[in-house]
């Protein structure tokens, strides 16, 4: 027998009008204007709030202390997506940067191997985004120069050994392939290709999106700026359609009025990323991070020299600030945030088949939570 349940009075993503939604053991079955039989007793009533998907964050680098380059073995990898589950998000791709090849393919192997053990409180691991080794030095930000590697089709395939289905994004500078074979290469593997840390002119990206790569890694940043005679990859990256462009927004890596101006020219093709490092979750302070230190101070963290690396700010809080300074309306931010990344690797965005426990409840742009199991409606 079908245990059914409703929610009433739901605003949901691109209607116009508040909606009903009819769940079926645990999943949505059915969503629309006038579903609810009379006299039905077990019924949610949104008053008009929000439910949207969970988010998927598509960069971080770590969390709880653990930035995944540093992964011996999966028994962190519970925790940590448990962690991300309870902030609200559904899936993640755990970024590997630049580091020491022996790190790079540990990392790979235990995130290979992970078998998550079936509980519903876990966000879950898209693939690894592995952003470097192949990178423009000029534009290295963080990453350590000593263990950048050349771009050539020979060095990719050594680095992703035999864990290429483990790797879901890419990051490289497509300057640097002076063969052309790569894109097409890793395109034939299934992996995403974002372009980034790069000193590629509008020429070089367009001959990139051109071979396959269809996305940027962190707008802005690690880039040249947008200049008006010398376009370079941002100008080309937002004048295409092929091309999503991941930001982070936070505010301190692309000031509010660049935000406005990448979702004014990017529109629909633009998500959120956190770029978050290990200290996620764990509070302003100093931590280890390889060789060197980073510092923590609001949310952002730098390297000892100043240099900027990353964020502790959690991705769906990005919502509200998008919000609060006027870049964009909550129900695009909003999307920023669940839809488009989910996208931007080509999952699925329906709502009807999806678990109640994937689903969120917006109150506002600052205040979310998860739904409650079957039979706990009442607690909402």
Same mark, same amino acid.
């Given at each position: ?217 962190? +707008?802005?940043? =690690?880039?040249?700026? #947008?200049?008006? %005679?010398?376009?370079?990859? !941002?100008?080309?990256? $937002?004048?295409? &359609? ?89 129900? +695009?931010?909003? =999307?920023?945030?669940? #839809?488009?990344? %989910?996208?931007?690797?080509? !999952?699925?965005?329906? $709502?009807?088949? &999806? ?26």
């Amino acid at each position: 027998m079908r245990v059914l349940q409703w929610l009433d009075r739901v605003r949901l993503l691109g209607s116009d009008r508040l909606q009903q939604v009819q769940i079926a053991d645990g999943k949505v079955a059915a969503i629309g204007a006038n579903l609810i039989p009379p006299e039905t007793v077990e019924v949610l009533d949104f008053a008009g709030d929000y439910l949207s998907l969970g988010g998927v964050d598509l960069q971080i680098n770590g969390a709880l202390g653990l930035p995944f380059p540093w992964l011996k073995t999966a028994e962190p990898l519970p925790t940590i997506s448990h962690y991300l589950w309870q902030q609200g998000i559904d899936a993640y791709a755990p970024t590997i940067v630049t580091a020491p090849l022996a790190e790079i393919h540990t990392a790979l192997g235990v995130i290979h191997e992970y078998a998550p053990n079936g509980q519903a409180s876990e966000a879950k691991i898209l693939g690894v985004h592995l952003e470097g080794p192949f990178l423009n030095p000029q534009k290295r930000g963080a990453h350590p120069p000593s263990h950048l590697q050349p771009l050539t089709l020979e060095r990719v395939q050594t680095v992703l050994g035999e864990f290429s289905d483990s790797i879901e994004i890419l990051t490289l500078a497509p300057e640097l392939d002076a063969s052309g074979e790569v894109l097409p290469y890793l395109r034939q593997l299934g992996i995403t290709v974002s372009l980034g840390h790069s000193l590629a002119t509008v020429e070089e990206a367009q001959a990139a999106f051109d071979a396959g790569a269809t996305m940027i890694t962190h +707008a802005f940043n =690690a880039m040249p700026p #947008l200049h008006h %005679r010398e376009p370079g990859l !941002l100008a080309a990256a $937002l004048t295409d &359609q092929r091309v999503w462009c991941g930001v982070i927004g936070d505010g301190v890596h692309v000031h509010p009025q660049m935000l406005k101006l990448l979702w004014q020219c990017a529109g629909d093709r633009l998500f959120l990323v956190s770029d978050a490092l290990a200290p996620l979750g764990l509070g302003d302070g100093i931590y280890p991070w390889d060789q060197r230190h980073i510092e923590v101070k609001n949310g952002t963290a730098r390297l000892e020299d100043g240099t900027l690396c990353g964020t502790t700010v959690p991705l769906l809080a990005m919502v509200g600030r998008l919000v609060d300074w006027g870049v964009c309306d909550f129900e +695009a931010a909003l =999307a920023l945030a669940t #839809l488009n990344p %989910r996208r931007a690797v080509g !999952l699925r965005t329906e $709502l009807v088949g &999806q678990p109640v426990s994937h689903l969120l409840r917006w109150r506002s742009p600052h205040h979310y939570e998860r739904l409650p199991v079957i039979g706990r409606f009442a607690e909402l």
